[in-house]
């Protein structure tokens, strides 16, 4: 039998394959995340007919006489390179500007994804709608501290979520008070504080000059007199505040004069931001560290993966941080399905970390990668494939005239 019919076989085959590649890449050109794949050929074995000879006195050598017998595929690559980004104005839509994945997981089995188009579960993950799959990273602590040297876990965000209310325990108090106020002037500064279960209470303080460079403080709550309670702030020659000669205490505040129902209230006074120059006088009180009991309403996303919470208090807190991984060679995963890639061994294990951090890239929020396929360079590779099989089969047909002819020479 002719080794012609052999290698048009082998071409119509590896040719019909490409084919299917390239149909795929077609139907998958809309596809969030995609990477095209991209089939390469190669000549399959040969058979030696003669084999080469080495130079000799007066004669020169002999090159090899080989015929080649098909052609088999060399490799089906995934390629990896960014697709366009689409904005989408959805908060939990995420593109990479890098070559880092997202960690999506089952329960059993970590995989790997570039499609960004993520939701909040019912229980407050955040998943993967068309799988289930939730996207892991970092929980922040109560403290809204995020520890990236722990292992991933999925990623929570639990709307509704009460913060606890906080008592105040400093207050920091900045401004002028001037410098030419005659003695027994005196300045108040009222600010709003909390106790333990976040009610709110009015603190003022009052400052009266009761000599050259010093001033008294008292204080009250609620408009109630805080007895037993005065602090002495002293300044220098330039008008800075003088800590060593200046004395201040806690401010040890008894429930019963503000919320019998609340704890006591200890408050650190802060007067070092003070100073005592001619001009008006103006007190406030820059920070106070109480707040009431919120509860999370919003939230958002940096570049760098970090989940802030925004809550009816006013106040934000972390609350986790989205894991990316990379690989040594990103070519080497195994596509499963449904946008996802898993581990190969001639992937490498992942290396996971935060975004923006050890080429993984950056996330961009509201936004997703759409897939990377070339419309223009798949239709021009499917007529090169359609013209290359029409040309396996002329072979094939070919080689069954040539043998035809073979066969009448009997007639």
Not at 153 to 166: L, T
Not at 190 to 208: M, N, W
Request: negative net charge; charged residues 15%.
């Amino acid at each position: 039998m002719m080794r012609s019919l052999f290698a048009g076989v082998s071409g119509l085959r590896n040719h019909q394959i490409r084919m299917d590649v390239i149909a795929n890449n077609i139907a998958n050109v809309n596809t969030t995340g995609y990477k095209m794949a991209r089939v390469t050929f190669q000549d399959l074995f040969y058979q030696t007919l003669r084999g080469a000879s080495a130079p000799q006195d007066g004669i020169g050598g002999t090159d090899p006489i080989q015929v080649g017998l098909g052609m088999i595929i060399g490799g089906i690559n995934t390629i990896h390179t960014p697709g366009n980004f689409q904005y989408t104005g959805n908060p939990t839509d995420f593109a990479i500007q890098g070559d880092g994945f997202f960690i999506v997981t089952d329960g059993i089995k970590n995989y790997f994804t570039r499609d960004g188009a993520f939701s909040i579960g019912l229980d407050g993950s955040l998943v993967n709608p068309s799988t289930g799959y939730k996207v892991l990273g970092w929980r922040a602590n109560t403290s809204g501290i995020v520890d990236t040297s722990m292992p991933v876990e999925p990623i929570v965000i639990p709307k509704g979520q009460q913060m606890m209310a906080r008592a105040t325990s400093n207050v920091k108090i900045v401004g002028n008070l001037d410098a030419q106020s005659d003695i027994g002037t005196t300045f108040s500064a009222p600010t709003t504080i909390y106790d333990s279960l976040g009610v709110s209470h009015t603190l003022r303080f009052t400052f009266e000059k009761t000599n050259t460079n010093e001033w008294t403080v008292t204080a009250s709550i609620d408009g109630n007199d805080i007895s037993g309670w005065s602090s002495t702030i002293v300044f220098n020659n330039d008008g800075t505040y003088d800590p060593s000669s200046s004395t201040v205490t806690t401010l040890n505040i008894s429930a019963s004069l503000f919320n019998p129902g609340a704890g006591d209230l200890n408050i650190n006074p802060d007067f070092s931001n003070i100073t005592q120059l001619g001009g008006d006088t103006s007190i406030s009180v820059s920070y106070q560290d109480g707040y009431p009991m919120g509860s999370l309403i919003d939230f958002t996303v940096s570049g760098n993966g970090v989940i802030t919470g925004i809550y009816s208090n006013g106040l934000n807190q972390v609350l986790g941080q989205i894991a990316l991984a990379n690989f040594g060679n990103p070519g080497g995963l195994t596509r499963v399905g449904s946008n996802l890639f898993e581990v190969s061994v001639n992937s490498g294990e992942p290396l996971i970390g935060t975004p923006g951090s050890g080429g993984r890239g950056s996330l961009y929020v509201g936004a997703l990668e759409m897939s990377n396929v070339d419309l223009a360079s798949e239709f021009t590779n499917m007529i090169i494939t359609q013209r290359g099989f029409q040309a396996n089969s002329r072979i094939i047909t070919t080689s069954d005239e040539m043998l035809q002819e073979l066969v009448n020479l009997k007639r």
